[in-house]
């Protein structure tokens, strides 16, 4: 006789992130939450700030070249902005590809850290004026809470320019 069992799969940090912080001994903090849809409900449910939550959007341009751009959860990216300033074609990458390119994270919860998934990043200007920066751990369950001078660090090979606009306020 079969039977059926319905197990709830439980992600953890990335194992991927978990590397990269540790290879460079980027201390953080682990903020647990309900379980979210998105990092809007992330900050809601952790008592965190929108404007304090870095999210990661991932791009592509017309030679198949990934970008993560990473900007508040709170605001909305402009690919005109990118594109300008970079001098580029850059559109947003299909949610399957995303999937596939970071198959130990949660769908949707994807850590801002393009170093930690060998892909480029772009960080918008906003996150650099911030005391604290909170990261999807890679699951919907957890926030990384990152010092300002840390997350220098991460987004030291990075490029820093504005490509976003408040969506809420």
Not at 27 to 32: A, G, M, N, R, T
Not at 152 to 161: N, R
Request: glycine share 2%; net charge negative.
């Amino acid at each position: 006789m079969w039977m059926k069992y319905n197990v709830e799969v439980t992600m953890t940090i990335s194992t991927r992130l978990d590397t990269y912080l540790t290879t460079n001994n980027i201390p953080y903090q682990v903020i647990e939450h309900d379980h979210s849809a998105s990092s809007i409900d992330s900050a809601i449910m952790a008592s965190v700030p929108l404007n304090k939550i870095a999210k990661a959007v991932i791009l592509k341009d017309h030679e198949d070249r990934k970008l993560m751009a990473v900007l508040p959860a709170k605001n909305k990216i402009s690919l005109s902005a990118i594109n300008d300033n970079l001098m580029g074609s850059y559109k947003l990458l299909k949610e399957q590809e995303v999937y596939q390119m970071f198959n130990d994270c949660e769908h949707g919860a994807i850590p801002p850290v393009g170093d930690a998934f060998n892909i480029h990043m772009i960080c918008d200007e906003m996150l650099d004026q911030l005391d604290y920066v909170y990261i999807e751990a890679g699951d919907h369950r957890q926030l990384l809470r990152i010092s300002q001078k840390d997350y220098e660090t991460i987004a030291a090979k990075s490029k820093h320019l504005r490509f976003s606009s408040e969506l809420i306020h």
